[in-house]
């Protein structure tokens, strides 16, 4: 994967995206889903391939656009998510998880367009169902954020576990 040149921001540029993902953290966390899905860009592109074990000569790398995708969400895919999660329906989130959002290792770098910038994170989701029931991912997250007039939001999140299978029954959560 050839990265773009990372260009540096300002200290209150970098403080400033770093804010936006700790607080949506604990949004997600608070199951503030109202409130987390208003830090989304209308055009948001939530992305989480799927991993494949490939030899290191391979030059299609361990995923691609192309091939299967635990998420490949727009904003109505995500607003549908969150509707679900809602509905009295939804006996798998009765009684609801409790989660924990870790986030760590950001960098900020310029975008590709002015007011645009890519953040890297790494992230810890810590999951808890029950009395005995916890799962954890971890991964690293290539974020786009955009300044809207309503202030910073996500146009773009790339999600990578290092997981070719999913360490735990289901993917129940936004990471």
């Not at 990372?6 to 953290?25: H, Q």
């Not at 995708?69 to 607003?79: T, Y």
């Not at 975008?111 to 991912?137: K, M, P, W």
Request: glycine share 4%.
């Amino acid at each position: 994967m050839n990265l773009p040149a990372e260009k540096p921001v300002s200290l209150d540029e970098a403080r400033a995206a770093e804010a936006f993902l700790l607080r949506e953290a604990r949004l997600l966390d608070n199951e503030r889903w109202d409130e987390w899905l208003s830090t989304l860009s209308e055009a948001i592109h939530y992305w989480m391939p799927g991993i494949e074990n490939r030899r290191r000569e391979d030059e299609r790398g361990a995923c691609s656009a192309d091939h299967m995708a635990l998420f490949d969400d727009g904003l109505r895919d995500l607003k549908r998510r969150v509707a679900r999660f809602k509905q009295p329906s939804a006996w798998a989130e009765n009684p609801p998880t409790r989660n924990v959002h870790l986030v760590s290792n950001i960098e900020v770098f310029a975008g590709d367009e002015e007011g645009e910038y890519r953040v890297h994170s790494c992230f810890v989701n810590v999951r808890s169902r029950g009395l005995d029931e916890q799962y954890q991912l971890a991964g690293r997250r290539e974020d786009v954020l955009r300044r809207e007039a309503e202030g910073l939001k996500l146009l773009a999140r790339r999600i990578f576990i290092p997981n070719a299978t999913l360490p735990c029954k289901n993917i129940n959560t936004f990471l």
